[in-house]
């Protein structure tokens, strides 16, 4: 495959290679679907991920802050909640607050499944935990908790560490839109 791709960039009029997933079929020696899955691998991955999966993470972030402190605020005005008995939780989803944060909290599962399907897992996490660091802001500031000296040198890793991943590329994995795509081989 290293040879053909050699070959064909010095046949080529100029110093880039337009490949599009016919192209390696018969070079693999495979039918289109074997094509499709190795066209993942001629994709352009050095362009910055698009608006729609900026917008679904900053989405994810916002809903998640926000569900779990709409959540906190509306549980303390409940009060504590130890019982196995069903009907003091159901008494706490009759509070508006705590009806906001899961409703919010399940946008964050939507946004987070949408986001899932588009960037790599190893990706995802890391760069969405900067929703630790704002959610100890909110609970420092908003709710009055006291946050340790440890927690915030802890909370400034984390956003360190948001800042370097944020960097890296979304993306790595073979993108395979159904199971009808895989290979015959990997099918089997």
């Not at 399940?106 to 929703?131: A, C, E, G, N």
Request: aromatic share 8%; glycine share 6%.
């Amino acid at each position: 495959m290293r040879k053909w791709l050699l070959m064909a960039h010095d046949q080529a009029d100029s110093a880039e290679l337009q490949l599009t997933h016919e192209v390696p079929a018969p070079i693999l020696g495979a039918g289109p679907s074997t094509a499709t899955l190795a066209a993942g691998v001629f994709e352009d991955r050095s362009q910055p991920f698009c608006l729609k999966t900026r917008t679904i993470i900053l989405l994810l972030v916002v809903s998640n802050v926000l569900g779990n402190f709409t959540l906190s605020r509306g549980l303390h005005e409940v009060g504590r909640l130890v019982s196995f008995s069903p009907w003091p939780y159901i008494h706490a989803f009759l509070n508006p607050l705590v009806e906001v944060g899961v409703l919010l909290l399940i946008v964050w599962l939507i946004s987070q499944l949408s986001l899932l399907s588009r960037v790599d897992l190893s990706y995802m996490l890391p760069v969405t935990s900067v929703s630790y660091v704002l959610t100890a802001l909110m609970g420092e500031f908003l709710l009055h908790e006291r946050v340790s000296t440890e927690s915030w040198i802890g909370i400034g890793l984390i956003g360190l560490g948001v800042s370097l991943v944020a960097r890296t590329v979304p993306r790595t994995a073979p993108v395979l839109h159904k199971f009808g795509d895989l290979p015959y081989e990997a099918a089997q």
